[in-house]
Structures are given as structure tokens and as C-alpha cells.
């Protein structure tokens, strides 16, 4: 399609230069050579690049076709978070989610290179105001995810020795950026994209051992304006985390049938660095620097080929820290599944 179109477009813009060039064909030892177009060479340098597998043929190839892909999906997320604590003597524990965000896409590739348009109903009448960002790399031997969630929905409850309350949609804020990025040992024979991004076939089972490293950081803040309007006594509260992790862990592309293609990963990573802070009121008590906590990063997906053209399917991206000493304990969960159906040409 693209030839034909290219051909056409220089035929019919430079009628000219074609007659030139037929009467320049009687001089000996010219040579013209057609011009390509910009699109043309860029295709092909994509296509080069894109058929330049790096996998084990009899395990991962790429789908028969020209490399364009189109997917609808519909894509939910969410966020928990829970802390508590005892600060000079006073207990305090809060337990806390965000609204569940839901959106619809329609996404198109082409030999690697990916563009997507979401809609989220909830946001045009008004009835979501979070903002939310998510970003994923899927490479044969490395890989990335970042998400970034900035939060006014948070609700949930507060207990504590100074009483139990309610935290309601608006008396606070959230913002919580996560960060994973991994290496596949079994690169040749182990596909991240045949389960997240559909590029590739995963044809026989395998799987790989992995090497990562993650990051998990944000805060939470009472809108004190809001807050004591509805209830003068409330606490101001700020809970500040972040954590860093190195680790490793194990993924498997499970084939059956030829069609079905089943993934599980996990990727535990051991804290090296870690600041936590809760501060109730003004009075603060920080955590250790370093202690022997985690994140886990985890990742489902089912995929079905009906065709080399036709394939549908459902993913999980899950990411929880879980941060304990005697002074703070921090867990925080955020997820995102995704189902979706494309089309390959």
C-alpha cells in the first residue's frame, strides 16, 4: 500500500521531471534514479529494524503481515494505601483508596512505533478529577514501567487514640510515582511483548530469570482548608515515603494449543534505601534510613490468537511496598488491568 501510494504521488506531482528524464535517456552514461519519499525511507528503516529479531525463532516470532497493529481497550486502575504509627505515645492507623479510574482507548503501532487516544467518561462529567500517567517499555532483554498518580479522591477511615473519623473525598492529596525496570536473562527464548504489547508470538513455552530495580515514593497531605471545615478537631497529617529496591525474580510464557498464551512474573525486590516520615500535628517521627523491607512487582496476562490477524486478551501490572519497624509501618498497592482486542495488518 505504501509503494503503490508513493509511486503515484511522484507521478503525479513531477510529470515534468519525468519527461525530462526520458529525453536524458539518450546520453550516455546518465543514470536517474527515482527519488524516494521521506515516508518510504522511514518504513524502511522501521521495517529493518523491526524484522531484526533477536529471538530464537522456534520460540518468538513476529506476526505475519506489514507490522500495523490496532487495539481497542478498556483500562481500570486503583491505589490503597495504609499506615500507622505511634508518636510520643500516641497511636494512629489510616486506611485509604482512591476511585477506581476507567478508561477507553483506541491504539495503533507501526513496527514499533506506538501512539493511543483515551477517553475517560468519569472526567468529562466531572465525576473524576485525578490525574494519572502511565508509561511501559516491553524490549526483549530490558524493559520499563512507570506510573505517576496525583489523587484528590482518597477516602477511608483514620483511627487513633485521639478518636475515629472519617477521611472523605477531597480532604486530601496524593501523589505516588512508581518505577520498575528489568532485565531478561532468557532473552532469546522469553518474550515480554508477546504478553503486553502483542509484537511478538511467543510459539513454545519458556521462561527467564530476571534482574531489576524499583522505586516507589510520594506523599499524602490532609487539605487542612477542607478538612476543618467539616470537622474543626481532625489531625493535620502528612505521611512522606519513598523506596528503592534491587532484586530479582522469575517469568513464564505458558503455550497451549498453539493459541493460548498464559503469563505470571513476579520480581521481588529487597529496600536499600528507604525515608518515611509521619507527621500528626506538627510532631514528626522518621524511620530508619535503611531496613530490610520490600516491593513486589507482579504481572499477569492471558492472550488468545485467534489468527495471525485477530488476538484478544487481558492484563494485570501490580506494584505494593511494605515498609515495617516499630515506629511506622507503610503499605502501599497500586494496580492496573487492561482487557483488549486488536487487529493486525
Request: with cysteine.
Amino acid at each position: 500500500m505504501v509503494e503503490s501510494a508513493t509511486v503515484g504521488a511522484d507521478t503525479d506531482v513531477c510529470p515534468r521531471l519525468l519527461s525530462d528524464s526520458v529525453s536524458q535517456t539518450d546520453v550516455p552514461g546518465d543514470t536517474i534514479t527515482p527519488k524516494e519519499s521521506i515516508w518510504k525511507r522511514i518504513s524502511d528503516k522501521l521495517g529493518a529494524r523491526y524484522y531484526n529479531s533477536k529471538y530464537d525463532s522456534a520460540y518468538v516470532t513476529r506476526p505475519e503481515g506489514k507490522g500495523l497493529t490496532l487495539k481497542v481497550r478498556m483500562n481500570q486502575s486503583g491505589n490503597t494505601f495504609h499506615a500507622k504509627g505511634t508518636i510520643n505515645g500516641l497511636y494512629s492507623k489510616t486506611d485509604l483508596s482512591t476511585s477506581h479510574k476507567t478508561t477507553f482507548s483506541l491504539g495503533a503501532s507501526f513496527r514499533g512505533l506506538g501512539a493511543s487516544v483515551s477517553i475517560n467518561p468519569a472526567k468529562w462529567s466531572g465525576a473524576y478529577k485525578d490525574y494519572e500517567l502511565n508509561f511501559n517499555y516491553y524490549g526483549s532483554r530490558l524493559s520499563l514501567d512507570l506510573s505517576y498518580q496525583r489523587s484528590e479522591s482518597l477516602s477511608g477511615d483514620v483511627y487513633g487514640d485521639r478518636g475515629d473519623r472519617r477521611l472523605e473525598s477531597g480532604e486530601s492529596t496524593m501523589k505516588v510515582l512508581n518505577l520498575v525496570g528489568y532485565y531478561t536473562f532468557n532473552h532469546r527464548r522469553f518474550s515480554y511483548p508477546a504478553a503486553f504489547t502483542q509484537s511478538y508470538i511467543q510459539r513454545r513455552s519458556a521462561g527467564s530469570w530476571l534482574l531489576g530495580i524499583s522505586y516507589q515514593g510520594g506523599s499524602i497531605k490532609t487539605n487542612d482548608e477542607v478538612l476543618k471545615q467539616r470537622s474543626p478537631d481532625a489531625p493535620e497529617m502528612t505521611i512522606e515515603f519513598g523506596h528503592i529496591g534491587i532484586g530479582g525474580g522469575y517469568g513464564y510464557n505458558l503455550v497451549l494449543g498453539g493459541k493460548w498464551l498464559l503469563h505470571a512474573s513476579i520480581l521481588p525486590t529487597v529496600v536499600v534505601y528507604n525515608r518515611n516520615k509521619l507527621i500528626v500535628n506538627g510532631e514528626n517521627k522518621e524511620a530508619q534510613r535503611v531496613r530490610f523491607n520490600m516491593i513486589f512487582n507482579e504481572r499477569l496476562a492471558v492472550v488468545y490468537n485467534f489468527s495471525q490477524r485477530y488476538f484478544a486478551g487481558a492484563t494485570l501490572v501490580m506494584n505494593n511496598s511494605i515498609f515495617d519497624d516499630k515506629n511506622v509501618v507503610i503499605n502501599q498497592n497500586k494496580w492496573r488491568a487492561r482487557a483488549f482486542f486488536g487487529m493486525r495488518f
